[in-house]
């Protein structure tokens, strides 16, 4: 499929790979994200009958990775991510034409996602470094996109972005 069709990085470590799906995020919908050998490896739990959006991020084998819950009764959109390393709250700017996500990271440096959200092709940046860049060009089927990220990320933290992203877009 499509990221095998993408360079791999011959000297040092390598990216992490994974293909979700678009717009598909609705309560009480589940989906698998695949790694980039199309593997199983984060299933996305959508969890119906709550007050506030909530889905669980598990890994392969079943384990709770990450908590994610939509906070209601704020000025801007916001999401919540809990982790076992702590926590990050996604929050959709105020101002600007196109759609700009803040992340405040418990602990850590904080995160900016900008781009063309909608259409899926966006970077998430730490301090103006790229952390992970999320695109659909690199696929031929539709309703995918694909999310790279960089060596030394928590991928789970940087998937439950994305899914958070595309949650408060979904809209």
């Known amino acids: 499929m499509g990221f095998r069709d993408r360079r791999h990085h011959q000297d040092g470590p390598v990216v992490q790979r994974y293909q979700m799906r678009e717009k598909l995020l609705s309560i009480g919908d589940d989906y698998w994200i695949e790694n980039d050998s199309g593997e199983r490896a984060y299933k996305v739990d959508g969890k119906a009958l709550r007050l506030r959006d909530t889905f669980e991020l598990r890994d392969a084998s ?12 704020r000025v801007r959109d916001s999401m919540k991510i809990e982790l ?3 926590h990050a709250i996604v929050r959709k700017a105020l101002i600007g034409i196109r759609d700009r996500f803040t992340i405040d990271v418990d602990g850590g440096s904080d995160l900016k996602a900008h781009g063309n959200i909608v259409d899926h092709e966006y970077k998430i940046e730490r301090d103006g470094d790229v952390v992970a860049e999320v695109s659909k060009k690199w696929f031929r089927v539709r309703d995918t996109y694909g999310v790279e990220i960089q060596p030394g990320q928590d991928a789970a933290l940087v998937l439950a972005i994305t899914v958070c992203i595309d949650a408060m877009t979904g809209d």
């Open 62 to 73: 079943g384990a709770d990775v990450a908590k994610i819950q939509e906070r209601k009764l």
């Open 84 to 86: 076992a390393s702590g």
